[in-house]
């Protein structure tokens, strides 16, 4: 309890730092917009984003409730153009410096959030005061609701999340794309050093045998016999090339069944276990799939090992896979193992790898897919609590006094000095203090109902995002 008294005067205590920062920052936004000074725009929105960011900070603190950055993505880095000179707007610079200040000053100027800093900024030190009886009497219910007027305000909004989906989506594009264009080239590889030299072979055995069948009949048989059996090993090189590039087994047994096939045919003594009520899309299988062959291949090439054990396990609908062998240990993404191509593979999922490979072995790879599994996840969101119900009704049921009676009402009975004072309590203080007290009481009363509203809306956010956009790859109803 004491902790939470302490918390709520330090917030009591900001406001004191705020009133500050409003103040360097209304210098700060005349000198840049009205005298042309720039250069101090930047400094002030850092300011107040260090103040938004540390409310966040203890949100998720002193309540639990997590509230993300809600800024778009920063610009990319310039690039040259063929005559390497950096672009901003129709002017060109030898240095990536001033294009990459105004693509920065730009992204902050027009990013919703800036603004949504700045009003919380504003209106803070109001919603503290206003929450001043319940701080120094329920400080962790206090707490909590100015918790979530932070929210209101700090949270993403629906631009920057979907600034954020598009670039997460751009990066694993790029990586998807890169993996394919690995994968065509490793095709191409195999396919000139092994299938196409076999037929040219092919090819010019059966015109040896073409020249002979008149003069030596017996030669040319066995140029043709050569011919043969040189078709069959370009047919077995084939259908090795078409396993590569898509199992058959994979597209009609599932991932389960094609994993137990690596291990009968991997040189390692393979141990599978699965647990895999459900069949994951067949990308996902197939990225599954390829980085355990890989990881196989690695452990019986590299690493010397004698025996692994591939396991599969689902936890509501991720996918977990890990592969740990007795090898000699040392493995690592940078020395071109293939992990590397494992990890952009798994990335087009939101995958990750976990490696754990000390000298001397064994090593262990783990796999994490999240949501790949058809099940719907959002469904199993907790209800919101009774204490948060009851609150909720608590303002719905009294929210209208201060804003009406206690507000609008004798808003009305000031304006026209009405001689009545009822039960309106504003009208019974000296003159000078009816006014703000009014004001006050409407402030108190919006703001209930502003809790009212949002409280809902914040439990049900996971819900109904989930429910609202776009299903994931691997996603099946």
Not at 11 to 29: D, E, N, R
Not at 49 to 73: E, F, K, M, N
Not at 149 to 155: D, F, G, K, N, P
Not at 439 to 454: D, E, F, K, R
């Amino acid at each position: 309890m004491l902790r939470r008294y302490g918390r709520a005067l330090t917030l009591l205590g900001l406001i004191v730092v705020q009133a500050a920062v409003v103040l360097v920052s209304v210098v700060f936004l005349l000198l840049a917009f009205a005298l042309g000074m720039v250069f101090l725009y930047p400094p002030h929105v850092r300011l107040v984003r260090g103040l938004a960011q540390d409310a966040r900070r203890r949100s998720a603190a002193w309540t639990g409730i997590v509230i993300d950055p809600p800024y778009l993505p920063e610009p990319p880095p310039p690039q040259p153009g063929p005559d390497g000179m950096y672009r901003s707007d129709r002017t060109l610079y030898r240095t990536p410096r001033i294009p990459a200040w105004s693509a920065r000053w730009t992204w902050m100027l027009s990013d919703p959030a800036t603004w949504r800093d700045g009003l919380w900024l504003l209106l803070d030190p109001l919603i503290k005061i206003c929450l001043l009886p319940l701080l120094l009497v329920v400080p962790g219910r206090g707490l909590r609701l100015y918790a979530l007027w932070c929210e209101l305000l700090l949270a993403p909004t629906t631009a920057s999340r979907l600034a954020g989906q598009v670039t997460h989506l751009n990066q694993a594009r790029n990586l998807a794309v890169g993996s394919q264009a690995a994968e065509m080239r490793r095709i191409e590889r195999d396919l000139h050093d092994g299938t196409q030299a076999r037929l040219v072979a092919i090819g010019m055995t059966l015109g040896a045998a073409e020249e002979l069948i008149d003069n030596d009949p017996a030669s040319a048989r066995a140029l043709l016999a050569k011919a043969r059996e040189a078709s069959a090993d370009t047919l077995t090189e084939l259908r090795r090339v078409i396993r590569g590039i898509h199992p058959p087994v994979l597209a009609e047994r599932g991932l389960a069944d094609a994993v137990r096939a690596l291990a009968m045919d991997s040189p390692l003594a393979v141990s599978v276990e699965v647990d895999l009520p459900h069949r994951p899309e067949p990308p996902v299988e197939a990225a599954v799939y390829f980085a355990v062959s890989e990881l196989l291949a690695n452990a019986a090439r590299h690493g010397d090992a004698r025996s692994a054990t591939v396991d599969v396990r689902v936890h509501d609908a991720d996918l977990r896979v890990s592969v740990t062998d007795d090898g000699l240990g040392g493995a690592d993404p940078s020395g071109g193992s293939g992990l590397t191509g494992i990890e952009r593979r798994l990335a087009a999922f939101d995958g990750v790898m976990a490696i754990t490979s000390p000298p001397g072995g064994p090593t262990s790879v783990t796999m994490d897919l999240p949501r790949v599994l058809p099940e719907h996840w959002a469904g199993n969101l907790p209800r919101m609590p009774r204490w948060k119900a009851a609150l909720v009704v608590f303002l719905w049921l009294t929210a209208w006094c201060p804003t009406f009676p206690q507000g609008v009402v004798a808003a009305v009975f000031k304006t026209f000095e009405i001689p009545t004072r009822s039960w309106f309590l504003a009208l019974y203080l000296p003159g000078p203090w009816q006014w703000p007290a009014i004001l006050l009481m409407i402030a108190v009363g919006v703001s209930m109902y502003v809790l009212a509203l949002t409280i809902p809306a914040a439990h049900s956010r996971g819900r109904w995002m989930v429910e609202a956009s776009p299903r994931r790859p691997g996603f099946r109803a």
